[in-house]
């Protein structure tokens, strides 16, 4: 059955629920079409199956390859097709609209659950009685990360209290995340002028407005590296870290014990931009650029009372970039060959 507006069609499959289902999975296409039948058939292989799927196209250049792998699928989900490309953020909202279930999942088209993803982290959710729970992921594909988790950047199985969100000792992955709608809704939802970052900005909204977070210490699901995927390149992602603290600052009442915090982590995304603007001046063999950057990091390393081990590391960067530049960056593409997998090319704006 399909319905037609002015901005998309909608398709619902013969298979899909009729009575109202407790989950709404919310997929978002927008050049993923080659991985979304990986993450399709991790969903349909969930042990709890009490929900509807909503994949919605954002207006993709890879439109047709999509509608042709969701073909084996259209049956058993809901498929939105939107005529113009709007972005992460106001597709995932609109999505919330055409949602019937009482609780959302923002699964990424090129991430996948494991088989009890689902029942645990519902059942978690309703044995604490939280209003968000998400889980621990493995990260894999392209990057020297590929193969580790997020164990150790997670506070122990429990609340997660803001806090712990302020101080970065937790790492919550929309894709590994069950919410409640209400709570959701009550936040106005993702904030369309937050950049790559949207999803912290919502779970910070979140906890300030007293929702109740929760974490399961447990892999769940899988987390896709890949360059071009909507992080961003190495660059970007920092600038954007750096950018979602300021903007909160101008959303959220902080005490002024929690704007130390939240200043002094703007500083230190600083620290690693001017790292990482170092290392690819490096990589483009601008070693005026890549000494410039180093001396700025080691002087803001020290501002922030970094560990001496660190402001070692940088100091020997700046002597080799003087003695022999074409010794360190054979170093460091020996040593951080897939970081250049994710570089900005010198075009990028």
Not at 69 to 75: C, D, H, N, S
Not at 200 to 216: A, E, K, P, S, Y
Not at 296 to 319: F, M, T, Y
Request: proline share 4%; hydrophobic share 40%; with cysteine.
């Amino acid at each position: 059955m399909s319905e037609r507006e002015n901005t998309f069609v909608k398709t619902v499959g013969s298979q899909v629920k009729k009575e109202k289902p407790a989950v709404s999975i919310i997929i978002p296409n927008y050049n993923t079409a080659e991985f979304i039948a990986e993450t399709l058939d991790s969903v349909l292989a969930q042990t709890f199956t009490d929900y509807e799927i909503i994949v919605v196209n954002d207006g993709a250049p890879d439109t047709q390859h999509l509608k042709k792998v969701l073909e084996k699928y259209y049956e058993r989900i809901i498929f939105v097709d939107k005529f113009e490309n709007t972005g992460t953020s106001p597709t995932r909202n609109f999505a919330v609209t055409l949602t019937r279930g009482d609780f959302l999942c923002f699964l990424d088209a090129d991430d996948i659950w494991l088989p009890t993803f689902l029942e645990e982290l519902f059942a978690f959710l309703h044995q604490n009685n939280f209003d968000m729970v998400y889980a621990d992921t493995e990260m894999f594909g392209i990057g020297y990360r590929a193969g580790e988790s997020f164990l150790d950047y997670n506070p122990p199985q429990g609340e997660v209290t803001r806090r712990i969100l302020i101080e970065g000792k937790c790492i919550i992955l929309p894709s590994g995340s069950l919410i409640k709608k209400t709570e959701f809704e009550k936040t106005g939802g993702f904030d369309p002028k937050v950049l790559r970052t949207e999803d912290f900005d919502l779970w910070m909204r979140m906890i300030f407005q007293g929702t109740r977070i929760g974490f399961l210490r447990k892999i769940l699901f899988k987390f896709r590296i890949r360059p071009g995927s909507g992080s961003g390149d190495s660059l970007q992602r920092i600038e954007r870290c750096m950018i979602v603290w300021q903007i909160l600052q101008g959303k959220l009442e902080f005490t002024d014990e929690e704007n130390v915090i939240v200043n002094r982590n703007i500083q230190m995304e600083y620290a690693g931009l001017l790292r990482a603007k170092g290392r690819k001046s490096i990589n483009e063999k601008n070693w005026s650029e890549a000494k410039k950057m180093f001396r700025e990091a080691r002087v803001k390393a020290a501002e922030l009372g970094l560990p001496l081990k660190h402001r070692l590391k940088l100091s020997a960067v700046i002597v080799l970039l003087s003695l022999s530049p074409e010794l360190l960056l054979k170093v460091f593409k020996s040593y951080r060959a897939d970081e250049i997998e994710f570089m900005p090319s010198q075009t990028s704006n």
